[in-house]
């Protein structure tokens, strides 16, 4: 009965979703204030009944339940619970049922705390948040229901892929998922604008925490994704300029240039026509990384060719709504009234170039990602587009942004003093040169980009603090007054600070970690010591032991570091027998932002062992800054003026209960 | 400045920055792209020494050799032709005899594919999607090897029929 | 029955969250607006003078577009006619009454299973018994296997049997995992080489020849090793190599070997001496005859199967026998024809018709 009423009230959600995507556009229509309010209580119970399918799903995951298809083929009784859980979205039934499931949930919220939005935007909102969803919730029930079943339920299920039972691995997925389909909603906002042929200062205002939450979680499902990489693929890199990972890079571009236009828009009500458009981008290219991910084209072409009604359904799905949005994007956008004027050196012109530089690194992206395929469908040939290609086109975008991130809020809105902000940002650029100057001498002979790339940083993080001591008048004014000028500061104001800041730090982490990386690879047998950037890792012994499904050989090092002992790492390889796979379990120790990574090799019939030893300075900063940055994005969305006319607590709880 | 200007400004700029990206994707296309082969198309088309390419095909069973410090030399082969390979490190975990490997790197002058790199991302059901393409096509592979059989296929008129 | 009460619930409660707005008298303007926005914006600006943080005259520059915008926004007010429109109020509300239901029943109908209820593990533990499949006798087994896996005789067991059910990947595994634990032989060598052609789709790959390579290194005569290393031969286009090796074989097999037909078939299949599916008295025949006979004599015994498939044609194996037959015999029109017939015949029925498009995919016609 569980998985039964699952897939019914799925089909109940669908149907919901289908008024909600007409109704409350005849309503805005024909101005009936009824109808528009159908919006509302239709996305909240379309939201009831996605969480009910889920929950549903879960709980037969969680019981066993082999008499559903996708639970015999993805799970298996002995799996411990949590991975009976995370299985639920390890799989592409499941994971697309997520994927609808969140998106109701951001229509939900509109619904509930949407109370500031005039009715007609609001209700034209929520009915484009409704096409989508009706598209998605069709494409699972015909193409990928996760909800079918089997006549006689086998009694053991079928996966219990050692590999996948991760918790990185659990984790991050619905964290993606909560970015790339949060994106959504400022599409239905800018489709809506487009409808209704208004957009002014206001709708930035109300678009933004929405395109804030979105980011926030991107910013932290992609660090996620690249630490899980790191740790367990044994390798210790942290971005392979893979096809999926450009795949959630692409809307974190084009979403961190929305944000910056969506300011301006706010601000000066400017760059009107460009917002809608990236908005439009953004979600675009969330759905292309669906697309990407889930229609088999990337693993294989063929694979692609010879099951091809999801890849269809799903590429159809991407054509209507990325040709449909821009094709109403290039007929109306044009009867949208320009905006306010400012100057090219002014807040709002150092926004465009930021904008600018994003959208072009966006740009070089896509076309490394898609140009292999593209070329493989129309000739044939095989290529791959490594990494070599995004460092030669991403970084020298990068570095000019990177130089004009500090400008930027300096820079008075209207028409900027470029003079009396480089004056203000001295103590910055000093403080660069000294840190160039000292890490050239210090790494004396070595690298000669490396100080550079970190004297930028460190020119991005002091000019993320100069902002803020300019506008609180530290070491100008009092110390008391500072403070009491910090705490008037708007938050969003101290969260661009600590982003712009987190982009800093990150960028120290990346060229660490690339340039003084020391790599150690060997065939150690106990007793031998390998010298690691000042380490002592000796090999002490290697013990077999046996675990609930494996077989694992653990390798015991004692790390000393001039002569004396830090620690013991044991890295250690299991293998699955009745699976014939083996995993890797690399070791880390943590030195301040430093690590010591081990990862283990086969092991020869001598009684040696291979062994990969890393020490990677400073390669936390690599996650530390995107948290920074999501930190920053969490302080601004709690910027009091983004909870402009907020709901009243009763009236909210009023609507909330006219779904149930 | 008038409107205009302004506006020229800012479209001249963006062109500019257009036009630098534009070439520097060019010019990272030229040098950076690698291109697949398999041994067979090695064979074929001659490629010199020193210029990287992928190399995809299966390990030759019992091609596997360990040398000293973490030497390893095996053949890659797809039916037709085999490459000898030399690399220097650790395998990846799922790398075995008889299975598919994609290795990076270039011929030498002896005709030896030196490898800097062999891809370990895949797992026991996926097959490197480049090397079950080429097998495909040279007819080595009728079903798509990533096809899990499913549980009630009917056994194959050649099974079973022994003993 | 509890299951269609609960879906009752759940319809009448997606019905009510569309009706319930219907019902509602309008409050015009119960949504915010642009003026709030702007009227806020304003306040934020005093403050801002207020602590600081902006200079007066910025303010003032601010101050002036903000309330230009104001302005421009209390002019255009939004929903400027709020009316209520009954006859579209009674669409929707016909729509919400009506369409729902038979969206969401007409969906669930065509995809839903109402008659199959829950089939928890815990609750079916009990329950299985002496009724067991072997499906779950397998999945038992490799429970066991799973926690225990150095029991060699247990892989010895299960490996042969996930073979039978096609399930050749985990056979694969099987194999290898019982040639750790119970050490090499020809036999196992050569049933991991089955299983892994099995897995390609009936194909000898290059992996599964190793094996059997392997298997004729630790005992030459094994017999399904030298069948299947002809097989390989023979997907190779090496007709004459495939007959020599299954020549041997015959030669040197014991006349009651219960494969014989078997690898005389296939040396038929590759122009060698002997004829499908036949008995040995009239192979006996036959070999005696001259080849206008021979062909005579196999065409006759084609027709008549020909002949008992259209009285009886639910026969899936016939079927494959037939349109094997008319390849062997080069005439790829009746083949083709045979495969229609086959389609019709078998067409009611779903199982026989993916049986019978199997065995055409491995005859090398797409099913």
């Not at chain 2, 975990?93 to 490997?101: A, I, M, T, Y």
């Amino acid at each position: 009965m569980i998985a039964e009423a699952g897939h019914y009230a799925l089909v109940l959600a669908l149907a919901l979703a289908l008024i909600q995507s007409t109704v409350p556009i005849a309503g805005a229509r024909w101005g009936d204030v009824a109808l528009m309010n159908v919006a509302r209580s239709t996305a909240l119970a379309q939201l009831l009944f996605a969480a009910i399918s889920f929950t549903a799903l879960v709980s037969l995951h969680v019981t066993s339940d082999f008499s559903v298809v996708n639970v015999y083929e993805n799970s298996h009784s002995l799996k411990p619970l949590i991975y009976k859980i995370t299985g639920v979205w390890g799989n592409h039934e499941g994971s697309m049922l997520l994927w609808v499931s969140i998106l109701a949930l951001f229509g939900g919220l509109v619904a509930a705390f949407g109370n500031n939005l005039p009715l007609s935007l609001r209700a034209h909102v929520l009915a484009v948040q409704a096409w989508i969803a009706s598209a998605f919730y069709l494409f699972i029930l015909i193409t990928s229901n996760p909800f079918l079943r089997i006549a006689n339920p086998p009694i053991e299920g079928r996966d219990l892929n050692p590999v996948l039972q991760d918790i990185g691995l659990a984790v991050h997925p619905p964290m993606l998922y909560l970015g790339y389909v949060g994106f959504s909603i400022s599409f239905s906002f800018a489709v809506a604008a487009l409808l209704e042929g208004r957009i002014d200062a206001a709708w930035a205002r109300w678009v933004r925490p929405w395109t804030l939450v979105a980011w926030i979680f991107l910013t932290l499902g992609i660090a996620m994704g690249s630490y899980w990489a790191y740790y367990e693929l044994g390798w210790g890199g942290w971005w392979f300029w893979d096809p999926v990972e450009n795949a959630s890079l692409m809307p974190w571009l084009a979403g961190t240039a929305l944000l910056h236009s969506a300011v301006v828009m706010e601000k000066r009500n400017a760059l009107k026509v460009w917002t809608i458009l990236l908005s439009i981008l953004t979600f675009s290219l969330s759905l292309l990384g669906t697309f990407l991910v889930r229609s088999g084209v990337l693993t294989s072409v063929h694979a692609f060719a010879t099951d091809p009604t999801r890849g269809v359904f799903i590429l159809l799905i991407l054509c209507i709504f990325i040709g449909g949005s821009l094709s109403l994007y290039a007929w109306r956008a044009s009867a949208l009234k320009q905006g306010g004027l400012f100057a090219p050196i002014s807040r709002e012109g150092a926004l465009v170039l930021n904008n600018l530089f994003l959208t072009t690194a966006c740009a070089t992206v896509f076309i490394g990602t898609l140009y292999p395929l593209a070329l493989e469908v129309l000739t044939g040939d095989k290529i791959s587009v490594g990494a070599p290609f995004f460092n030669l086109t991403f970084a020298p975008l990068f570095v000019p942004l990177m130089v004009a991130v500090p400008f930027g809020p300096l820079l008075a809105w209207k028409r900027g003093d470029l003079l009396g902000a480089a004056q203000r940002l001295t103590a910055a650029g000093v403080m660069a040169l000294i840190a160039i100057a000292l890490l050239w001498a210090w790494t004396y002979g070595g690298s000669t980009l490396a100080p550079l790339a970190i004297g930028l940083a460190v020119f991005v993080i002091a000019g993320a603090f100069t902002d803020l001591a300019e506008r609180t008048g530290l070491f100008r004014v009092p110390l008391g007054t500072a403070l009491r000028r910090a705490r008037g500061l708007p938050r969003a104001t101290w969260g661009s600070a600590f982003a712009h800041a987190g982009v800093g730090i990150a960028l120290i982490g990346i060229v660490c970690e690339t340039t003084w990386n020391s790599e150690h690879i060997s065939t150690m047998r106990p007793g031998d010591v390998a010298k690691v950037a000042g380490y002592e890792l000796k090999l002490d012994d290697m013990v077999q032991r046996k675990g609930p499904n494996f077989r694992e050989m653990i390798a015991r090092f004692t790390v000393d570091l001039d002569g004396q002992k830090l620690s013991v790492m044991t890295p250690s390889k299991r293998n699955f027998t009745t699976r014939e796979s083996s995993t890797t379990e690399a070791a880390l120790l943590t030195r301040g932002a430093s690590q010591l990574y081990i990862s283990l090799g086969d092991a020869t019939a001598d009684g040696a062992i291979a062994v990969r030893i890393y020490h990677k300075p400073l390669v936390l900063l690599i996650w530390w800054g995107p948290v920074l940055m999501a930190f920053g994005g969490m302080l601004s969305l709690s910027d009091r003026r983004l909870r402009v006319g907020a709901p009243k607590p009763a009236r909210a709880l009023r609507g909330l209960q006219a779904a149930e | 400045m008038t409107r205009k200007q302004r506006r020229l400004t800012m479209i001249g700029g963006s062109l500019a920055v257009l036009a630098v990206a534009a070439a520097l994707v060019l010019n990272a296309m030229r040098d950076s792209i690698v291109f697949f082969s398999t041994p067979s198309m090695v064979a074929e088309k001659h490629i010199s020494a020193g210029k990287r390419f992928r190399l995809g095909g299966l390990v030759q069973p019992g091609s596997l050799q360990r040398g000293d410090n973490l030497a390893v030399s095996f053949s890659v082969a797809d039916g037709s032709a085999t490459l000898p390979v030399s690399y220097k490190g650790i395998l990846p975990d799922l790398f075995r005899e008889g299975q598919g490997v994609v290795a990076e790197g270039a011929l030498d002058a002896s005709g030896t594919f030196r490898a800097d790199t062999v891809l370990a991302k895949h797992d026991e059901t996926y097959m490197p999607k480049d090397v079950a393409d080429a097998l495909k096509k040279q007819g080595h592979w009728k079903d798509d090897y990533g096809k899990k059989p499913s549980a009630s296929a009917a056994p194959q008129p050649t099974q079973g029929a022994m003993r | 029955m509890t299951l269609w009460f609960v879906f009752a619930l759940m319809t009448v409660a997606a019905i009510f969250a569309v009706l319930w707005p219907l019902s509602r008298r309008a409050r015009p303007q119960s949504g915010g607006s642009e003026a709030a926005v702007y009227k806020d914006q304003l306040a934020e600006i005093d403050r801002d003078v207020a602590a600081d943080l902006i200079a007066p005259s910025e303010a003032d520059a601010a101050r002036v577009e903000i309330s230009r915008r104001l302005l421009a926004a209390v002019d255009d007010q939004r929903d400027p006619t709020v009316q209520s429109n009954v006859r579209l109020r009674r669409l929707a509300a016909v729509s919400a009454l009506i369409g729902l239901p038979v969206v969401a029943v007409a969906f669930y109908l065509s995809l839903g299973s109402p008659q199959l209820g829950d089939f928890p593990l815990a609750g079916r533990a009990r329950v299985a018994d002496a009724t067991q499949s072997l499906g779950s006798l397998v999945a038992q087994v490799e429970a066991h296997l799973e926690q225990n896996p150095t029991d060699g005789r247990g892989w010895n067991v299960l490996a042969p049997v996930l073979a039978r059910l096609g399930r050749f990947d985990e056979a694969v595994r099987a194999y290898r995992n019982s040639i750790t634990y119970n050490g090499d032989s020809a036999e196992r060598r050569s049933d991991l080489g089955e299983a892994l052609a099995g897995a390609a789709g009936g194909v000898v790959t290059s992996e599964a020849k190793a094996e059997f390579e392997r298997a004729i290194a630790l005992s030459a005569d094994d017999p399904k090793a030298n069948y299947f290393l002809g097989l390989a031969a023979e997907q190779d286009g090496r007709n004459a190599d495939a007959a020599s090796i299954w020549r041997g074989l015959l030669a040197k097999a014991p006349a009651d070997a219960p494969w014989r037909p078997l690898v005389q078939a296939a040396l038929v299949r590759v122009g060698g001496p002997a004829v499908p599916a036949l008995p040995d008295s009239a192979m006996a025949a036959a070999k005696d005859m001259n080849d206008t006979d021979r062909g005579a004599m196999i065409r006759g015994m084609v027709d008549r199967l020909a002949t008992r498939l259209k009285q009886n044609g639910n026969d899936v194996e016939g079927w494959l026998r037939l349109v094997r037959a008319y390849m062997v015999m080069g005439d790829r029109d009746k083949a083709a024809s045979a495969v229609t017939d086959a389609r019709q015949a078998v067409a009611n029925n779903a199982e026989r018709l993916r049986q019978l498009n199997e065995g055409l995919k491995n005859l090398g016609l797409d099913g």
